[in-house]
């Protein structure tokens, strides 16, 4: 199905946002080493904002409208807290892998939302194809080791994780239709940072005696500030407006795999068989999903 120039930038957009937040497991894996989990999460924004406020005031960024700053609120809930420090408390519980297995389910949470909120139906192939494509997220993640002990208690955390980062995601590319992503995104950490300096403080000073300081590890750290929290909602948000969120969100489904590569690349893990054929399988349906992203449109 052919694309229009703005859908093929914003697809475009959405893979480079997914290849910034395929480096935040292996960038969070370093900072573990010397670094506490929540002391990761309330650090994010911390170190966001070293980019965030000196382009806002160089592009001279007006204040920002009263309208758009209760949306704005929920878009750093679900992006600065919810996520990052409910899947901490869960990967103090279980195995990252486990985590992985639960959070395959992310992208069509995110067009579940994303329909829901913006009552645009994609079809139901987009929804066949959506739902195959986790299913054998599931079983990527299944063959990496995440099949590991867990509890209700943990998973609903990673539920819970899940389900703020997908409204995050949504309720940040409605911002988008009034303010150019960067800002979106650059207004989501300055507006957390009462909360996220004082918290970053309280966490370091109680825990750093537990851990000693690593160069990798403290590049881990700034990984996941300029990267995962910043520069990848740039390119992310972007993709989601031009390219429809429930359609741009499929795009994440190719998250996993490039994190394998990653994790491969930079902390020697092992790649099976069977996760180069589940991966070709997500890549499949991941295409099939984004298909017939015009289809509806044109059987009207």
């Not at 994010?44 to 409208?65: C, D, E, G, T």
């Not at 939302?113 to 079983?139: C, E, H, R, Y």
């Not at 180069?276 to 298909?291: D, E, F, T, Y």
């Amino acid at each position: 199905m052919a694309l229009t120039k703005k859908q093929r930038n914003g697809l475009l957009y959405a893979f480079i946002g997914v290849f910034a937040f395929s480096l935040s497991l292996p960038f969070t894996k370093l900072a573990l080493k010397s670094f506490d989990p929540l002391f990761t999460a309330f650090a994010r924004p911390a170190i966001a904002s070293f980019i965030a406020i000196p382009l806002m005031l160089v592009a001279k960024v007006p204040a920002l409208p009263r309208h758009l700053l209760r949306p704005t609120i929920f878009t750093a809930l679900g992006a600065v807290f919810g996520w990052p420090i409910l899947i901490a408390i869960a990967l103090h519980r279980t195995t990252s892998a486990h985590v992985a297995v639960l959070s395959a389910v992310m992208p069509l949470v995110t067009a579940i939302i994303a329909v829901i909120k913006n009552k645009k139906q994609p079809g139901i192939s987009f929804w066949v194809a959506s739902i195959l494509g986790t299913v054998l997220l599931v079983f990527f993640s299944l063959s990496r080791g995440g099949a590991g002990q867990s509890d209700l208690l943990t998973d609903l955390i990673i539920m819970g994780a899940v389900i703020a980062s997908s409204y995050c995601y949504v309720e940040g590319a409605g911002l988008t239709n009034y303010l150019p992503g960067w800002q979106v995104i650059s207004w989501v950490v300055v507006i957390v940072l009462p909360i996220a300096i004082p918290g970053a403080a309280i966490v370091y000073f109680v825990t750093e005696s537990q851990y000693t300081l690593h160069l990798d590890a403290l590049l881990g750290m700034l990984g996941i500030g300029i990267s995962s929290m910043y520069l990848g909602f740039f390119a992310w948000y972007r993709g989601l407006q031009d390219f429809g969120v429930a359609h741009g969100s499929q795009v994440q489904q190719l998250q996993a795999i490039m994190t394998l590569g990653w994790s491969a690349l930079l902390l020697g893990e092992s790649v099976t068989l069977t996760m180069v054929v589940s991966a070709c399988g997500i890549v499949l349906c991941v295409l099939w999903a984004l298909s017939n992203v015009n289809r509806q449109r044109e059987t009207k």
